[in-house]
T-cell receptor, first 113, second 111 residues
Framework: GAVVSQHPSRVICKSGTSVKIECRSL??????MFWYRQFPKQSLMLMAT?????????EQGVEKDKFLINHASLTLSTLTVTSAHPEDSSFYIC?????????FGEGSWLTVV | GENVEQHPSTLSVQEGDSAVIKCTYS??????FPWYKQELGKGSQLIID?????GEKKDQRIAVTLNKTAKHFSLHITETQPEDSAVYFC??????????FGQGTRLTINP
């Protein structure tokens, strides 16, 4: 079936630095990808919708200047957490649609120290 | 917008018994309802899904039922095994592709 790959699976960064997470659709093209964030013991919360070739659509309360999304090709979307702070530490996961089914990446654990 | 409620938040069953997780949704226009299994530190794996033109779908030990009138759908796992222990999320599709998730159910299978 369709595969969505995320990289890195785990990353630790220093407070104030930026970190980039990649989401790739491996065997299909995805004009739209989604980025979610999940805090411990909580559900997945949609952050933004990534649209190939255009600006991302952010959910209410998500800072677009802090969470930069780039969807430069039909198989790659990136999420960059800029000027990261400890409260940005979370599990970030992307998804993409293949046919009528939505598949998720493996997720990325971000720890900001 | 869509709102999805999931119950119970935690569920503990004996190995071999059945487990049922229920979700309700608010938007009658939602037409796609997937279930995801999330193991500790891993991404979410799609385990089964159902579309609004179907009332029930089964895949080996896993089944999902959908009641469009009542706007609820349920996940049924039979003959549970230790490897079924995980957090399960239901979701409903709002609009074209956006998913709205339930709060999750932590399922524990006791040997």
């Amino acid at each position: 079936g369709a595969v969505v790959s995320q990289h890195p699976s785990r990353v630790i960064c220093k407070s104030g630095t930026s970190v980039k997470i990649e989401c790739r659709s491996l065997d299909f093209q995805a004009t739209t990808m989604f980025w979610y964030r999940q805090f411990p013991k909580q559900s997945l919360m949609l952050m933004a919708t990534s649209n190939e070739g255009s600006k991302a659509t952010y959910e209410q309360g998500v800072e677009k200047d802090k969470f930069l999304i780039n969807h430069a090709s039909l198989t790659l979307s990136t999420l960059t957490v800029t000027s990261a702070h400890p409260e940005d530490s979370s599990f970030y996961i992307c998804s993409a649609m293949a046919g009528n089914t939505i598949y998720f990446g493996e997720g990325s654990w971000l720890t900001v120290v | 917008g869509e709102n999805v409620e999931q119950h119970p938040s935690t569920l503990s069953v004996q190995e071999g018994d059945s487990a049922v997780i229920k979700c309700t949704y608010s938007d009658s226009a939602s037409n796609y309802f997937p279930w995801y299994k999330q193991e500790l530190g891993k991404g979410s794996q799609l385990i089964i899904d159902i579309r609004s033109n179907v009332g029930e779908k089964k895949d080996q030990r896993i089944a999902v039922t959908l009641n469009k009138t009542a706007k609820h759908f349920s996940l049924h796992i039979t003959e549970t095994q230790p490897e079924d222990s995980a957090v399960y999320f239901c979701a409903a599709r709002q609009g074209a592709q956006k998913l709205v998730f339930g709060q999750g159910t932590r399922l524990t299978i006791n040997p």
